[in-house]
DNA sequence: CACCATTTTGATAACGGTTCTCATTTGTCC
DNA sequence: GGACAAATGAGAACCGTTATCAAAATGGTG
């Protein structure tokens, strides 16, 4: 038998709206029946992001914030009232970041890029 | 007399290149002769990062970092290496970003984009 | 199934950065 | 100097995260 942690994970962010947090990820699990550590779930989200199954952001407290992502490589527009995100990718910034870099000397460039603010819903 | 925090805290970040801990900003405060408590480092970080003389990210564990700004609105490039920072800024990303959260329904954005790498001494 | 080796799990302790508390110190004004 | 307000900082408290390690689950093997 498979382990049986992962799916558990994954039906947990089925359940989210947006990022949500370890805890809120766990209280999730345990509502839908499945009985599971805050241990356990620390543990699958440190694989799960090493794996880049799933994007880690930080809130501004430094709290860490989870989603599970489909896509290989995008970014996150998020309401910062009910949560809402939208991924978007753009192939303009990539150059645009790759072009900076270089004209600066810098090599193996990583980028962290996210977007905050209302959703129409919420604006009005 | 006005307060003195203020003062000791620009100082510290005179001495120190790149991005800093509270507690690395206390360290050389300290060793720079002005006597000041832990606590009155954050408390003063917090009041320069809310009237936005200060920038702070957070690294991957989650630990605020600061760093003492000279323009108005601007992104950073920094190894990871050896903690070069070098400020960036491009009316292109900035318009970028209106684009995208305009299409998507989105006010108010806010944004944080920041660069991770190697500096040409450092991949060299 | 019985046995044992390996892996996974999770309750709890430990850790570390940040914030809070509040007594003491410092500043301000008369 | 005296009275009142503001700033300071040592230490406690807080809280998200990670480390521990014993118990439980798993999976061969005979
Ligand atoms: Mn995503
Ligand atoms: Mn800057
Ligand atoms: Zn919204
Ligand atoms: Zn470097």
């Known amino acids: 038998m498979a382990h049986k942690t ?16 370890a805890r809120e990820l766990h209280a999730q699990a345990v509502g839908n029946g499945d009985a599971l550590g ?27 914030r989870y989603r599970h992502c489909d896509e290989a490589h995008h970014h996150h527009l998020v309401c910062e009232r009910c949560g809402l995100t939208r991924e978007i990718a753009g192939e303009e910034i ?14 193996q460039i990583r980028h ?13």
Do not use: K, N
């Open 38 to 64: 805050l241990a356990t779930v620390y543990r699958e989200l440190r694989r799960m992001v090493s794996e880049e199954i799933v994007d880690v952001v930080h809130d501004l407290d430094g709290e860490a």
């Open 6 to 21: 992962r799916p558990v994970i994954l039906r947990a962010f089925r359940g989210i709206d947006g990022f949500a947090s």
């Open 94 to 107: 990539e150059t645009w970041i790759i072009g900076v870099a270089q004209s600066a000397g810098f090599h």
């Open 112 to 124: 962290t890029i996210e977007l905050v603010g209302l959703c129409s819903t919420c604006a009005s």
